[in-house]
């Protein structure tokens, strides 16, 4: 039976949330479950009959929220930290009620069209041309697949009509990265049949850049061996370290030889809206592609991810097949199933509205310099400690470093780091994670969360040093 006091129970939800934002802290960051515990604590089928919400609702507090590694929380460190504004969430509560599937523009003309809004603000606040135009998907993982799927439609090798499998015709189609490109452009390649032998890893240099001239070169080398140069990626603020690509010497470079270029801006992308960091994006305002997620550094909750292209109409072409049953009449809207793989679409531009409107541009500059200014106090401390060492360079929200004590071996300085940062993450305090740089084991504190303050940067050092300094022999305290 439907329960008969729906809006008592929205009340319940609705304080639920308030209190969790405020008590946020007191839950443990990383999820302390083993795994099983959920699955043990549910019954293996869905029940017969009906249950009421307040059984519903306690289970959820009692079963599924200890099995959540807190996201939300101002002491998440690890990966890229994120934060959901309250404003977005009431958004997203609004955009379930409404169950808007945004596929057609008739389907909800407003979904539509305030994404044409929102992305025209995010466009000129990152200052990009109006000639680049944005539409939203789930993750840069899709955005990227997507772009790159454009990419190879834009080679005229009939591929859309002939596919791929058994053609004697077709050259390699080739994608370059680097070693620090995220991992999503290879699976895209995968998935669009280039095979990984084709995504090639152009050198970088001291600072985790790609260098152009090696890429001009890997790509006039495989044009001289009859491949076919298909797509070049740069990115600004890469995961392991934020470190950006020249994106303007790239461009450049893939300019000259016809080859698109997708700019994976997912993280670095909105700290271009500070005037000192706009040329971030520099040399981007003519790629053929760029990412930005406003669901890791923009405050809105997972998932929403930008795609600018300045070609939307080859976007079109590489995805669109309307079925009879998806036929309308109206001319000069976007149907954005047509822009894609997938037909049904959320209609996230209300909470990333919601979000602009709520903080304007200055109070998003306000949030995204703060959060700079902690991640550059926190080096400040690690390089004035002794043992630790800061290991990348920083310009970001993200310091990269490692616990160094006199003298010990590489491979026994990866076990010590890794041995500190579980000790830390088992706190349940903060929640950090690790990469590797040159092979070796690095730690990462990630800020990003909009409520995040100096104390509890200050916590994550504190506890990191009270680790490191127990696992120290008791001849070196
Ligand atoms: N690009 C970069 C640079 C990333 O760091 C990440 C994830 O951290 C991605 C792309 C993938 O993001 P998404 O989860 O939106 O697919």
């Not at 604590?41 to 519903?56: D, K, M, T």
């Not at 003309?109 to 109006?130: I, K």
């Not at 950006?244 to 030889?257: C, G, N, S």
């Not at 706190?427 to 950090?432: D, S």
């Amino acid at each position: 039976p439907a329960d008969p006091d729906l809006e008592g129970a929205f009340a319940q939800v609705a304080a639920w949330i308030g209190r969790y934002y405020r008590e946020t802290r007191s839950y443990p960051v990383l999820s302390q479950t083993k795994p099983g515990d959920l699955v043990r604590a549910l019954p293996s089928e869905a029940p017969v009959e009906g249950q009421a919400f307040e059984r519903i609702f306690e289970d959820f507090q009692r079963l599924v929220i200890p099995g959540i590694t807190h996201w939300n929380h101002p002491r998440f460190f690890a990966y890229f930290a994120i934060s959901a504004a309250p404003i977005a969430v009431l958004a997203e509560a609004l955009a379930a009620a409404l169950d808007v599937n945004a596929m057609l523009w008739r389907t909800s003309p407003a979904a539509t069209e305030l994404e044409d809004v929102t992305l025209g603000w995010l466009r000129a606040m990152l200052g990009l041309p109006s000639t680049l135009h944005g539409i939203i998907y789930d993750t840069a993982s899709i955005g990227g697949f997507t772009a790159l799927a454009a990419a190879r439609e834009s080679l005229d090798l009939d591929i859309r009509a002939r596919g791929m499998a058994g053609r004697g015709d077709l050259p390699a189609l080739r994608v370059y990265i680097t070693e620090h490109t995220h991992s999503h452009v290879e699976k895209g390649a995968i998935a669009l049949g280039l095979g990984r032998e084709n995504v090639v890893r152009v050198p970088v240099d001291d600072a985790f850049a790609m260098r152009p001239e090696a890429l001009a070169r890997a790509i006039d080398d495989d044009v001289a061996a009859g491949r076919r140069p298909m797509c070049a990626v740069a990115t600004v603020g890469t995961t392991s370290t934020t470190s950006t690509d020249p994106v303007a010497a790239i461009r450049a470079v893939t300019r000259e030889r016809s080859v698109w270029l997708h700019v994976d801006a997912a993280y670095g992308g909105p700290a271009a809206i500070l005037p000192e960091f706009r040329w971030l994006l520099d040399g981007a305002h003519d790629a053929d592609s760029i990412v930005v997620n406003p669901h890791k550094w923009m405050f809105v909750p997972v998932d929403l991810s930008v795609l600018f292209v300045r070609d939307p109409e080859q976007l079109r072409r590489t995805f669109s097949l309307v079925a009879d049953f998806l036929e309308t009449p109206e001319t000069g809207v976007h149907n954005y199933m047509d822009y894609g793989l997938q037909l049904g679409r959320r209609f996230r531009a209300l909470k990333f509205w919601f979000v602009l409107r709520a903080f304007g541009v200055r109070g998003m500059q306000e949030r995204l310099r703060a959060h700079i200014a902690l991640a550059q106090e926190l080096a400040s401390w690690i390089e004035a400690a002794p043992d630790w060492q800061v290991v990348a360079p920083h310009p970001l929200s993200v310091v990269c470093f490692r616990y160094v004590p006199g003298g010990i071996e590489d491979a026994k300085a990866d076990a010590l780091n890794t041995a500190i940062m579980d000790a830390v993450n088992a706190t349940g305090e903060v929640y950090l994670s690790s990469t590797r740089l040159y092979g070796r084991v690095v730690l990462r504190i990630a800020i990003g969360n909009e409520r995040t303050t100096r104390d509890d940067v200050a916590l994550a050092w504190e506890l990191l040093q009270r680790e490191a300094f127990a696992r120290l022999p008791l001849t070196a305290r």
